[in-house]
């Protein structure tokens, strides 16, 4: 966990989690904290396991760290997040040892985690993770959420 916990302390992310969790503290629905990207990482890291995926753990939080930073930009200028977060993500990465190969790795991931991903993939393990980090079974909006029902988790799976 050498890499997220590198990513973690840099100034620019520190500022970036305290940014994101003050513009959304007043929301209602799903926020996009610690808590979240934290969660992301434990769901995505057990269906990589279940599915006999071997991708390192460290590259699987640093994803989850970062996938969803670029929530701050779309709250304050419209930016798509997931691209705003490829942006603060390949600034991150730099100060990582991750080869190449893995950054590109996390790039897709934080970059597709919006789309439904077919087939057996990290990116396609790692949407899911960011859909099952949701906890509407026990959330206070469930009723005023946009989501439909048949994507909400009502019960719990991870």
């Known amino acids: 966990m050498i890499n997220t916990n590198i990513i973690y302390r840099l ?30 990482a434990r769901i995505c890291y057990i269906l990589c396991l ?15 760290l970062l996938h969803d930073l670029g929530r701050v930009n779309e709250i304050l200028d419209g930016t798509e997040h997931n691209l705003a977060s490829v942006e603060i993500a390949e600034r991150a990465l730099a100060y990582t040892s991750f080869s190449d190969e893995d950054k590109k790795l996390i790039i897709s991931a934080i970059k597709n985690h919006r789309r439904l991903q077919e087939g057996l993939s990290f990116e396609s393990l790692f949407y899911k993770a960011d859909k099952l980090s949701r906890t509407c079974f026990n959330c206070l909006a469930e009723n005023d959420c946009n989501w439909p029902n048949q994507k909400k988790n009502l019960i719990i799976k991870y």
């Open 50 to 64: 279940e599915n006999s995926l071997d991708i390192d753990k460290d590259l699987i939080y640093s994803a989850a």
């Open 11 to 40: 100034d620019f992310v520190q500022n970036l989690i305290y940014s994101l969790e003050r513009l959304e503290k007043d929301r209602n629905f799903c926020k996009h904290h610690m808590e979240h990207f934290l969660s992301v």
